[in-house]
């Protein structure tokens, strides 16, 4: 398996469902009669599934093979640590807030979840997103 791949695919995936998450829970999109609160919690579980898997996944792999070098150099080599610099400092820093809103959510004590989502939630998705440009640039991008 290529676990770099797979590890996009992840990242992708739980965007996916955290946008999707949120159109649930605002009314928007297929939700357009309304707020769907079991709908909502639904796909930000499985985003929840879907980064916990990653980031076992993650974690065994770099225990395995260590550290990754990039290949580029120059303006590609900035632009990649451009991306990945935020982006591990954030995923490392998010995953206490995406436990907390979850565990808020599921005492239901929605006044602090909404609060804590609204920092939670763009973080979230932008380290998924990152996630994949910084696979993106280090194994797709890749020549040979």
Known sequence: MDRPA????LNATAAV????G???IR???PWRSGRNERTHKGLMLAAFGVSTVFLASYLDYHLRVGRVEF???GWLRTLYLAVLVPHTILAALMVPFI???LVL??????????RL???TLPVWIFVSVSGVLVWYLNFALRPG
Do not use: C, E, I, M
Request: no cysteine.
């Open 71 to 73: 290949w580029g150099s």
């Open 99 to 101: 436990v907390a809103t």
């Open 6 to 9: 797979f590890h996009a695919t």
């Open 17 to 20: 469902l955290l946008v999707l």
């Open 22 to 24: 949120w159109l649930a």
């Open 117 to 119: 989502a609204r920092l």
């Open 105 to 114: 959510a599921l005492r239901g004590r929605l006044p602090a979840h909404r």
């Open 27 to 29: 009314g928007r999109g």
